[in-house]
């Protein structure tokens, strides 16, 4: 849920304080937001919820294994005949733009007809969208009230308000007709951004609006009412040392396949709970060649910024590379001077081995100063999850990973696959 997408856009301010958000929120916030989904207190979710979704998300064939992004398990045919969209000069799924704020990624999404442009945090780990938390909602004559109320707690933020059914433009041809949207009365935790795009399971919407067992995401309303292929969302980010650049992509319906290197690798959803409520899949973690964290589940989460691993795993990464927590940032720090001593951290998903190099390990330095941080200072983005091994859900693989990596969001198969990209191996970082 967002409680981390609720967080901390490099620009982001306390409404109350004024104050730019700093690393030391990053990591709180990111924590809150773990404690949250490990303990299963996410408002309204419960066990009908976990075994609602362990059916839905039942297994296909070609998991756990490399395949082109077409391809994988029973594709579900869409309700609606209408002809999906498509670009005109590729012929390919419809991708749309999204900017990196530093700590996550937004993205611009009309609501209305006209549409009202609204700055949306893009959020795998919860799964309704909502608006209001700065630029009001505009009614217009597609604008539809329920009446029923939507609530949602992200841990560190929430908001609550009143349901509405509204058109969604969430792209060029990618308009959704009577999506449901929650319309802020009341928020906190949300500067700068105006709400949410909930891209996580359908299931996490259960309890989330009054007299509704759930209700569909975006991309289901996209996929079943016929404008994508598929119901599946491919995702590219890229590392950046600035903050507001439009380097990211949502690919609806497909994949983009200029934007990651050789072949997808798939793995089926977690059958372990918590994990299986979300995106959650299996890996193992080495620094090195040594394990750090033995096969196990956990969540893939574009809405937490950090790489959070259990605390036995963060220990032994803290050991192996010898860094030290800063008190003031709540971050690991190196000396410059044992920059080049980091080895690769390893992560084995599905077969494939994915290596964060130790570039990749570190907080982009020019960004330092801007949260809070010392400059030319290394700070490390691997941090504390907070509990121990064997919970269900022993790591947040966040939004400093995805960054390194091109992901797959499948529902249609129940799957998420990940990718190199010419940006897995990018250097950005030079201490001295």
Known sequence: MSAQTVRFNVHLKHRQTGEKLKFADIVARDKTRARLYVDNLRAGHGPKGVEAHKRRHHHHGHHSSNTDASTGGDAQAPISNAPTARDPSTGQPISVGVTDAAVTYTANVGVGS??????????????????????????????????????VSYGSGSFSGTE???TVTVGPGLVITNQSIGVS????????????????????????????????TVTDNLFSQGTIPSNSLGISYEPSSTSGVENGELTFGGTDNTKFENQITFTPISKTSPASEFWG???????????????????VDTGTTLLLLATEAFDAYQKATGA?????????????????????????????????????????????????GEAGKIYLVTSDLGSSIGQGLDFIDGFVFLQRFYSVFDTTNAQVGLANTEFTTEVINNPQ
Do not use: C, H, M
């Not at 893009?122 to 609530?151: C, E, P, Q």
């Not at 299931?203 to 067992?213: A, F, K, M, R």
């Open 324 to 372: 030290t927590l800063d008190n003031t940032t709540g971050l690991l720090t190196l000396p410059a001077s044992d920059f080049e001593k980091l080895q690769d951290l390893n992560f084995s998903i599905g077969g494939t081995t994915f290596t964060l190099t130790p570039d990749a390990q570190v907080w982009p330095v020019a960004l330092n100063e801007e949260l809070g």
């Open 114 to 151: 006209p549409a009202t442009d609204y700055t949306l945090l893009i959020d795998t780990g919860s799964s309704n969208t909502w608006v209001g938390a700065g630029k009001k909602y505009v009614k217009t004559k597609t604008s539809k009230s329920t009446g029923d109320s939507v609530s």
């Open 281 to 299: 899949i299996d890996q193992t973690v080495a620094y090195g060649n040594k394990t750090i964290l033995s096969t196990t589940s956990g969540i």
């Open 185 to 216: 009365s009341r928020d906190q935790g949300f500067d700068d951004v105006d709400g949410i795009i909930g891209i996580g399971p359908v299931d996490l919407t259960e309890g989330t609006v009054s007299n509704t067992s759930s209700v569909p």
């Open 164 to 166: 509405f059914t509204d």
